[in-house]
């Protein structure tokens, strides 16, 4: 938020000494738009989370899939060969 709340901070000040807004209107501004922007930031999260759950998934799928080719070799009348992918 660092750009953006820089420039609100910029017209505010303007606007207060311009006389156009009061001191506690640039506050309720501020804080409404404080209140707007925060569950954009948490949506924008859920994406990265989705997307470290996803490949988490996938990783375990590998894993549970060498669990059972290795359990196959161990079996009775089975080559025990070593083989690598």
Known sequence: MGIVSAIIMELGAHKILAGT????????????LGLLVAPVFQIVAIGTQITEAITGLERTREILRTAKAIERIDEPGTDCELRSR
Not at 21 to 32: D, H, P, S
């Open 21 to 32: 807004m009061t001191l506690g209107t640039f506050f309720c501004l501020n804080i409404f």
